[in-house]
């Protein structure tokens, strides 16, 4: 599991539910079905009125169709300037050219600036860049 990618804080979702009674149609129903993580846990509306998040939960189960719509992300804080110019200097001492690539191969991605990068990423890169030198602490 990738714990460097953001999780949702919340999602909403188009939900078309056909309703049957012995294998015949009785209904169709189109619903917009939000989810939001909260401090105190889950909260849920459906078609913007608040209602259980069981209640939604049963929506979006029983839908034939879902389409995300919306998505909003819990974005972890980044290092700054501060943490991706300290970050440059760690990378130079230890004999690196390209910080940028060094990065990219420590993370996998593309890594167009370290100041953007999450403090986790950060140790990340120092982690790969001093085991390249073969340090361990």
């Known amino acids: 599991m990738n714990t460097n990618t953001p999780r949702a804080l919340s999602r909403t979702w188009a939900a078309h539910v056909i309703y049957r ?14 989810m939001t993580r909260t401090a105190d846990g889950f909260a849920a509306t ?10 939604a939960a049963r929506i979006l189960g029983s839908a034939e169709r879902l389409t995300v719509t919306a998505e909003t992300l819990d974005t972890p804080p980044t290092i700054g300037n501060a943490g ?6 760690v990378l130079g001492r230890l004999g690196f050219r390209d910080h940028y690539l060094t990065a990219g191969e420590a993370l996998g991605r593309a890594v167009p600036s370290l100041a953007a990068l999450t403090a986790q990423d ?5 982690d790969y860049a001093r085991g390249q030198w073969g340090m361990t602490a």
């Not at 009674?21 to 939000?34: P, R």
């Not at 459906?46 to 209640?55: A, E, F, K, R, T």
């Open 46 to 55: 459906v078609n913007g009125q608040p209602v259980g998040v069981l209640d």
């Open 122 to 126: 950060a140790y990340t890169v120092r």
């Open 21 to 34: 009674e012995c294998s015949v149609i009785t209904g169709t129903a189109d619903y917009t079905v939000t």
């Open 84 to 89: 991706g110019c300290e970050l440059h200097k």
